[in-house]
């Protein structure tokens, strides 16, 4: 299914958000641009590496825990491919529009990247001791979702379903859309612990996605979710 928009037009323009997405994709046509040996380099240095942070927590040095602890958010903006991409970003689009309008621009970014770190954090306690890079939008975007939930539960999100060999649209309740959608992350991940060695197939991050959920929906109303419109 494939959310391609709300009926909650937004009252302020969502400055934020296009930069955004704007820096994303900035950046991934950075990361396609470079050599496979700079490539590598460059996401082995920004992207969260499980194992090298928790040898840099267990150090106990700030000269080891900076640049590691930098990485939950420099993570952010790194993806695996063009689809990887596209996907958040669409995401993104129409969801954050909405989120940004109610918290304001500054708070909208705080509590993106607050969301990122936390949901990256979630998928590092999950797998500790791997060596696979860890990166994307996904846990961020995850924590604007869970924001949206809770503002807009309502909302009709107008899908795309396949049917078959045919493709039809249905307007969904974002309660159901994104509610099913969080319950199958969380599933992902508690399958994910039941296969051996699954933290190092640098498959898809479950833990970040239902942790950046969870955590935007209670760091969404602190940030005033509910209160009247600023920007």
């Not at 924001?147 to 309502?154: I, N, Q």
């Not at 307007?171 to 994910?192: C, E």
Request: charged share 10%.
């Amino acid at each position: 299914m494939v959310p391609l928009t709300d009926n909650n037009p937004t009252r302020i323009t969502p400055y934020v958000n296009y930069m955004l997405i704007g820096l994303n994709i900035f950046i991934f046509l950075y990361q396609i641009s470079l050599p496979a040996p700079e490539l590598l380099a460059f996401i082995q240095t920004y992207a969260v590496v499980p194992s090298e942070l928790t040898a840099s927590l267990a150090s106990g040095d700030p000269a080891q825990i900076g640049p590691q602890v930098m990485t939950l958010f420099t993570s952010q903006f790194l993806h695996g491919g063009f689809m990887h991409l596209a996907g958040n970003m669409l995401f993104l689009w129409v969801f954050g529009n909405n989120i940004e309008d109610k918290l304001g621009h500054f708070r909208f970014l705080i509590f993106y990247l607050l969301c990122g770190a936390l949901a990256a954090l979630a998928q590092w306690f999950f797998s500790m001791e791997s060596s696979v890079p860890s990166l994307g939008a996904s846990g961020a975007i995850a924590g604007v979702l869970g924001a949206y939930l809770l503002r807009f539960p309502r909302a009709k999100v107008l899908t795309l379903v396949p049917l078959g060999f045919f493709i039809t649209t249905f307007r969904i309740p974002a309660v159901f859309f994104l509610g099913f959608w969080f319950i199958q992350q969380a599933l992902f991940g508690v399958a994910s612990l039941q296969v051996r060695g699954a933290a190092d197939t640098g498959g898809i991050a479950y833990w970040a996605h239902a942790g950046g959920f969870v955590f935007g929906i209670i760091l969404a109303p602190l940030f005033g979710l509910f209160r009247s419109q600023e920007t």
